[in-house]
């Protein structure tokens, strides 16, 4: 059986901004239903080229730190790596069996042995703030500290360390770039205000001030923040420190409990259902989800009028929709009615079980909602209600 169609995230379109990983993380998504729209935010400079690393990584072997701290697994073996490629691995390992050597949390640490050096200590939280907290109670006034990024900041925490006194030298490993092809990213950017995509997620902070950056560019960022804050899009981070830009500017964000891209995806899986719209019409279980709808658990794929038209029958249901106002829900419609009824038609089609909408001549179309549905949804019309009830053909 399809995934596509059976999934929790089943007719939910994803946006993925992520370059590192996406692979991974889009197999995740689709494994579990979604249709995925990729477009990476950045692009990552290749370590052997990268002339900032090369430069950070030959001032700390010739004035070693008096201590050192790895952020990330990757990103410390990359380091390690890149330097066995210039020819200086050796003298960095050196280096650093020489320092107090502080790892982020346990996935650092097996990169750290697996590089035959032994970590000083090492939080279980995997927390940074416990890190800083550990070095700025020791006292950091004079000491020499070494931080490898890897590719977002550390918001705060370099500014803390150098205000305690310490000279902070910044390793940063696998740097961003802008991507090189922007339609991507164009189209995500067009589906996030135009409402082609149910969430966004975003592995990195740069990535989501890269996304912002392109929208400046095109004139949209405001219609892409409103979009954003007014409950379009779900706006999902990897943790707390990808979130900031977002929620900086007003964007709520929601985020796992544990910084990984299993748990980003079980967090969807989770908020994306429970934001659809769920109604009984005519002795089924309608639910409406982003490109899709689930008809008695069965998915149904609906064109994107037909699904602009059914959102404006759930918004009021029972009631009659007027055929003018289903002409402003159509994108791109103009002003022949004519096309309401070419959308509704496909719509049903779409739908394929008979009665669930109901043409009110010389009015409109209304959902058939089942009695008792006027409870749950508000009272109804008397003639609303009545047709609700099956009355009225």
Known sequence: MDDRNTGPLAGFTVGVTAARRADELIALLRRRGAAVLHAPALRIVPLADDSELLAATKELIACPPDVAVATT????????EAADGWGVGEQLLDTLRSTEL??????VKGAIRAAGLVEEWSPDSESLAEVLDRLLSAGVAGRRIALQLHGEPLPGFV????????EVVVVPVYRWMAPEDLAPLDRLLDAIVGGGVDAVGFTSAP???SLLSRAEERGMREAVLDALRAG???????????ALPLQALGVDTVQPERFRLG???????RELPGRARVLPVAGHRLEIRGHAVLLDEELRPVPPAGMALLRSLARRPGWVVARAELLRALPGAGR????VETAMARLRAALGAPGLIQT???????LSLDAGGEEKYGQLPQDAAVTARGVLG
């Open 207 to 209: 990535a989501a001030a």
């Open 159 to 166: 500014e803390a360390l150098r205000a305690g006194g310490a």
């Open 102 to 107: 502080l790892a982020r949390g346990p996935k």
């Open 360 to 366: 009110v001549v010389k009015r409109g179309y209304r």
């Open 73 to 80: 697994a990757i990103g410390f073996r990359g380091w390690v």
């Open 336 to 339: 022949d009615e004519h096309a």
């Open 263 to 269: 748990p980003l995806v079980q967090l969807l899986c």
């Open 232 to 242: 379009g899009p779900l706006t999902a981070c990897v943790g707390p420190v990808t």
